[in-house]
């Protein structure tokens, strides 16, 4: 009995790990994105994330002779390659492409309990009050970390409605996608929703590419973002977090998500120049502990699905 707990113990810190090392990627989204749209349109950097993505997925899944496609998951994966394809990219893109990545932080700091909410509602977890009292203070702070940069002097209703669509579709993402971990690996996952997505993406990147090149200017700094928010925050960054969210649980994995904001705009100040002052520090600080709070304090049960 107690080895059992000790093996789901470690299972469970694991998993965390994992779904750590998923966050860092994803904190390079905002800046790195920020950069692509520099030189390329919104819209293009949005469908041709896949399009790179897959020229790793393609190879892996034959190197490593993954089963066929199981098609019985279909609409689970249309479901993720809808939220996390289209609308998260689309939007999040359209919203920078208004203001600006301290700003748009504002909003997807409360990313980590959308995600928890949906992951309760989906796969029937219970968790305990305080999960939500941690969850709530994170998001609070994290409010206040991104009101202190300035963020919101750069207000813009629609890039703040974008984002917040963007934040919503991403979340229900997370979550299916994680319940897809449950019948194949989630590098395995990642790889099919970026191949799924492949026959919209390509004709629609080359349509937005025609339409648009001629406004833009490529550097060498849009294009490090391009394939940044391509490999990273759409294939590596998943591969990590879909492990982590299936062994450490869905409603408790996404809360080390609290830690992105804090990432991203430490990214900001490193590769869009930002300032960060202490009480940025104070309320990092703050943040991670809410984070250990919800880890520790949840109550949980066997996952319905």
Wanted: aromatic share 10%.
């Amino acid at each position: 009995m107690r080895a059992a707990t000790a093996d789901a113990k470690r299972k469970e810190i694991l998993g965390l790990i994992y779904a750590l090392i998923g966050i860092f990627f994803f904190s390079l989204s905002l800046p790195l994105t920020k950069m692509a749209i520099d030189g390329f349109n919104p819209i293009f950097t949005a469908f041709v994330r896949p399009v790179i993505a897959a020229t790793l997925a393609v190879p892996l899944l034959i190197a490593f002779k993954a089963p066929k496609f199981p098609q019985a998951h279909l609409r689970a994966f249309l479901f993720t390659i809808f939220g996390g394809v289209f609308i998260w990219p689309i939007f999040i893109a359209s919203a920078l492409n208004r203001t600006t990545s301290a700003h748009v932080a504002i909003i997807v700091s409360i990313m980590p309990l959308s995600t928890a909410i949906f992951a309760v509602l989906r796969t029937k977890q219970t968790v305990s009050w305080q999960f939500w009292a941690a969850s709530v203070l994170g998001t609070a702070l994290l409010v206040l970390f991104a009101i202190s940069r300035g963020g919101a002097a750069d207000a813009d209703p629609i890039a703040d409605l974008f984002t917040l669509i963007a934040v919503i579709a991403s979340s229900m993402c997370y979550v299916e996608g994680a319940q897809l971990t449950q019948v194949m690996p989630g590098w395995q996952v990642i790889s099919w929703v970026v191949i799924l997505a492949l026959p919209i993406c390509i004709p629609a990147s080359f349509i937005a590419w025609v339409l648009t090149h001629h406004n833009h200017v490529i550097t060498t700094r849009s294009v490090v973002g391009l394939l940044g928010i391509g490999y990273s925050s759409m294939y590596i960054g998943f591969i990590a977090w879909y492990r982590g969210l299936k062994d450490a649980g869905t409603a408790h994995g996404s809360q080390v998500q609290q830690v992105q904001a804090i990432l991203t705009l430490g990214w900001s100040a490193l590769l869009l120049h930002e300032k960060v002052t202490t009480p940025m520090v104070l309320i990092a600080c703050g943040v991670i502990g809410a984070v250990l709070w919800a880890l520790i304090s949840r109550q949980r049960i066997p996952v319905i699905s």
